[in-house]
Structure formats: structure tokens, C-alpha cells
């Protein structure tokens, strides 16, 4: 799931301050389960912001919603009559949240509340985990289901750094060495192997590093 935390308070107050009606906008889908971005979130967040502006002697309506998704064109239409009776929309959804609200309703201005960090899993309540880069070219097949690309610090694919030391990563001793782990889990499963083969360089233009990335599935256009 995309994993996202809220801006701070006092920066989300300054790219609202010029209006004096917004729709704070959230998100049903991921953000909510990390608590970022859901109905109650918003709550939070209206209450917030009014208490501050109240406070500094400049009052703000806000409208509150919590689309499904805010990355489909179908749950935001639903509210286009809300959004065009206010001056800008506050969204606590994810970047592609952000970006649809400001392409698809290209007339109003859409701001971020939010920073989105990563796709990753809850270890324990609270607590979530980079586990997937959106690389464009998985390799879990080879290391035992665990990701170098997201969980190396210097995206190493030819096993440990000369730094790594007791299972640890040398950038920061509370996290483990992912190569470690792969070697104990590729052990565990019997195919050390998969470390011995000598396999072609990495094409990273399947990643961010050739520009924009998209998918097509022709399925879906008939």
C-alpha cells in the first residue's frame, strides 16, 4: 500500500492562507488505513485549521469529503458541485491523488497536505515499512521474495557491501542487512544457488531514471 504522513501544521497553514473557503478532500483508500488521510483525518485536520485561523483573527469555511479514491475521475466527479463552490482543495490523499484533482478539474487549484513516502506493509499498529520501489523489473523471484532495490541503502544486486557487518546495514545499525537475509532465506529454501548466477546488468529505464512510466492493458480497452 502507498504509505503517507501528514505536512506540518504550520506549512499547510501557509499554502491556505490566501482563502477563505477550501474543501478539505481525503482518501478512502490507502492513506486511511495508515491514518493519514481518511475520514477522520480530515476531521482532525478541519478542526485544526479553524482553531488557527480563529486564533490569528481570520476565520475559513472548510467543506469536508472523503472520496473512495481520489485517484479516479468517477469518486471526485461526485463532489465537482462541492469543488466549484470553494476557492482551492486541501487534499490529504497521496501524490496521485494530488495530480489527478489538478488534471481531471484543471480550472481549480488543487494543494498537498500531505508527503507521500512509499509502498510498503504494517510490521505492528502504527508502523509501516518500505518493502517496494515501483521498479519496473522485480527480481523477488531470484532473492527469496525480498527486495534489494527498496531495502539496500546503496541498491546493491551482487550480495552485501564491505560495510555491512553482523547482519547489519553500515548506513544505520537498527536496520538489516537485506543481503543477509536473503542469503539466510535463500538457505532456508534451499536455492543458494540463484547467488551463483552470473545474470545480464540491470535495465533501469524500467525505473523513474528513463522519465515518466506507464501501463497500458489492452484488455481493458475493449
Known amino acids: 500500500m502507498i504509505v503517507a504522513d501528514r505536512k506540518p501544521l504550520d506549512e499547510i497553514l501557509a499554502s491556505i492562507e490566501p482563502y477563505k473557503k477550501i474543501m478539505l478532500m481525503g482518501c478512502g483508500g490507502c492513506v486511511t488505513i495508515c ?43 461526485a463532489f465537482k458541485e462541492q469543488i466549484a463552490s470553494v476557492e482551492a482543495v ?15 478539474l484543471a480550472e481549480g487549484v488543487t494543494i498537498p497536505g500531505l508527503n507521500t513516502k512509499f509502498m510498503g506493509y504494517p510490521v505492528e499498529h502504527g508502523l509501516w515499512q518500505e518493502r517496494c520501489a515501483g521498479c519496473g523489473d522485480c527480481v523477488l523471484q531470484w532473492t527469496g521474495g525480498l527486495c534489494p532495490v527498496a531495502r539496500c541503502a546503496k541498491r546493491l544486486f551482487n550480495g552485501p557491501c ?16 537485506v543481503w543477509q537475509l536473503i542469503h539466510d532465506r535463500l538457505e532456508k529454501l534451499n536455492k543458494l544457488e540463484n547467488l551463483e548466477i552470473v545474470r545480464p546488468a ?18 481493458a480497452m475493449l
Open 35 to 77: 491514518f493519514s488521510g481518511g475520514a477522520k483525518a480530515v476531521e482532525l485536520l478541519a478542526s485544526q485549521i479553524r482553531m488557527a485561523r480563529n486564533k490569528a483573527g481570520s476565520d475559513i469555511d472548510i467543506v469536508e469529503c472523503t472520496p473512495e479514491r481520489q485517484c479516479e475521475f468517477e469518486f471526485i466527479d
Open 90 to 104: 486541501l487534499s490529504i490523499a497521496c501524490g496521485v491523488g494530488v495530480q489527478t484533482m489538478n488534471e481531471h
Open 162 to 177: 564491505g560495510g555491512s557487518a553482523g547482519g547489519r546495514c553500515e548506513v544505520d545499525k537498527e536496520v538489516e542487512c
Open 202 to 219: 540491470r535495465d533501469w529505464r524500467t525505473s523513474t531514471n528513463a522519465g515518466q512510466r506507464k501501463v497500458k492493458f489492452e484488455e
